[in-house]
């Protein structure tokens, strides 16, 4: 591929997300609405930059009002039945994160995942998937796929690591965020107000 200027390589990536939000269903969208709407408490996860976008995520839903942590702080309160967690991971079967889905899934927890493989060990447990981009390399033992993929990348797309995923999986939370807004009728000051001020 010859060499592209950096606008030109984000317009690629712009058009690449916006196939991406045309393929998402508009009934997994207003499943995962539902959820978060009716949680007493929202738990996040994902691990490497799918984790950063899962505290992202956690972030907008506190300044929204609801009540979001993200596991693995350590002020996390212990989860209970009926809360809800969103767990962003393009392959849907990273080994700690699966562990973690599982253990919330016996507990009674509801599983919202938000991935690139539906048929993968979380999607077998969850309560509601989103799929957020389709092509991704398989790999056999999914014991050592996230490492993999953080080593090696992901070579049918140009965009490095998973880029695409966790990039689309960003807009499609902050979209989510916008959402939820509407639907409970929250100003940007509400949430100007929950803002941290302490910074």
Do not use: W
């Not at 995520?57 to 506190?62: D, E, I, P, S, V």
């Not at 809800?84 to 507990?107: N, Q």
């Not at 989103?130 to 092509?135: F, M, T, Y």
Request: charged content about 25%.
């Amino acid at each position: 591929m010859a060499d592209k200027r950096v606008q030109e390589m984000m317009q690629l990536m712009a058009s690449k997300i916006r196939a991406i939000s045309k393929a998402i269903s508009d009934d997994d969208v207003e499943n995962f609405l539902a959820q978060l709407l009716h949680a007493k408490r929202i738990y996040v996860i994902g691990a490497g930059r799918s984790g950063l976008v899962a505290k992202a995520f956690a972030m907008r839903l506190m300044h929204l009002g609801l009540a979001a942590f993200v596991v693995g702080e350590t002020i996390t309160p212990a989860l209970n039945r009926d809360d809800v967690m969103v767990v962003f991971s393009g392959s849907g079967k990273t080994k700690t994160v699966a562990d973690i889905a599982e253990t919330a899934r016996e507990i009674g927890a509801h599983i919202c995942l938000i991935t690139s493989n539906a048929d993968s060990r979380i999607g077998k447990i969850a309560d509601c998937i989103v799929i957020i981009e389709h092509q991704r390399d398989e790999v056999d033992d999914d014991a050592v796929e996230f490492e993999i993929r953080q080593m090696l990348g992901e070579h049918k797309s140009f965009a490095p690591l998973g880029t695409l995923f966790e990039t689309a999986s960003i807009m499609f939370a902050d979209a989510i965020i916008s959402r939820l807004m509407e639907i409970t009728k929250t100003d940007e000051n509400a949430l100007k107000n929950r803002h941290a001020n302490i910074e």
